[in-house]
């Protein structure tokens, strides 16, 4: 039998978390809950109806960042499994409430670090854990984009709705995969400030990470500053290198996702680069992928792997010592 489930907020990410579940035939939608009008030929319940129906086993929340964390605990508190957008909350300490609630309920928690889940995402994850380019030395990631002409009126704009700035709405996603392809940083130095908007939330961020038993270092460029959409992220391991460009998304405005893979086939230090591939990627399966695992997860009765609370407190962890050194 399906897993009946509910979306809370139904704007583009809900009706996109939809779509996805409709493809794959994994779960069925019967309600959400949306204050603004929407043409969809489903019960519109209010937030409350939809934790508290006996008719809906796991809950799909994609609100604004303010109401992940309350929306979750209350949702795990009445048995729901629950799928929840990122960020998963504002700090390490809102984690480790949400986890407390995760365990007593005994439910599914699996978070949106939709970025794991691309085809060419996985594809690096395999290499790096195959070891056959050694281990990672270092990784460096730039992401970045304008703003909407109506920026000053979203939510995004509102510490106390969102958070955080740039860092928390998209450079999360970097962090996110320097923790899934790299490991664990124990050193964060950051300048978090506001060069050009002017506003309680930050519009660059530049981070640099490191861990200090290993000497692996990543560095983020986090930025709402760019004037243009851009996400680049590149692996330099012991024996070669992995550059990804682009990012196949639903407004394309990243580019096309090329990923560029080489292997050191000489004798440091005089490194010589051969056989270099670049694979680009036409299709966006990631949608897919992420709520075939989370359904799969449910009714195998089988750990959330990618995207778990564990991974969320991580992120959160290092996302609070970047905040903790902001400079505006």
């Known amino acids: 039998m399906k897993q009946k489930v509910g979306i809370i907020g139904y704007g583009k990410q809900g009706q996109i978390r939809h779509q996805a579940i409709m493809e794959t035939n994994c779960a069925e939608v019967v309600a959400i809950s949306e204050p603004h009008v929407v043409n969809v030929d489903l019960p519109n319940l209010t937030h409350e109806e939809i934790i508290t129906s006996l008719n809906i086993d796991a809950i799909i929340i994609c609100t604004p960042n303010f109401l992940n964390k ?19 909350c504002f700090t390490s300490k809102d984690m480790l409430e949400i986890c407390e609630a995760e365990t007593i309920s005994g439910k599914k928690l699996m978070y949106g670090f939709n970025h794991r889940h691309h085809d060419s995402i996985i594809h690096m994850k395999e290499l790096i854990n195959g070891g056959k380019y050694g281990k990672v030395l270092w990784m460096r990631g730039r992401y970045g984009k304008s703003v909407t002409a109506d920026y000053f009126n979203e939510w995004r704009a509102n ?20 923790l899934y392809l790299g490991g664990d940083f124990d050193k964060v130095m950051a300048d978090v400030s506001n060069l050009y908007w002017k506003m309680d939330v930050e519009d660059n ?26 996400f680049s992220l590149e692996i330099f391991l012991e024996n070669g290198y992995m550059v990804l460009n682009g990012l196949i998304t639903t407004s394309m405005s990243y580019g096309q996702e090329r990923l560029s893979i080489a292997q050191n086939r ?17 299709n966006n399966n990631s949608w897919r992928y992420e709520v075939e695992h989370f359904f799969n997860a449910i009714n195998n009765d089988s750990p959330i792997k990618i995207g ?21």
């Open 70 to 88: 309350p929306l979750t605990i209350k949702a795990l508190n009445n048995g729901k499994h629950v799928f929840c957008e990122k960020p998963p």
């Open 159 to 178: 510490k106390e709705l969102a958070g955080g700035g740039i860092l928390l709405d998209q450079g999360i996603h970097m962090l996110d995969l320097f």
């Open 205 to 230: 961020a530049f981070v640099i990470l490191k861990n200090t038993v290993t000497g692996m270092a990543a560095s983020l460029h986090s930025t709402m500053t760019q004037w243009r959409h851009l």
């Open 266 to 282: 000489s004798t440091a230090p005089a490194a010589t680069w051969k056989d270099e591939v670049t694979t680009e990627y036409i």
């Open 308 to 328: 778990n609370s564990s991974d969320a407190l991580r992120l959160m962890t290092v996302i609070d010592k970047i905040y903790a050194q902001k400079s505006f």
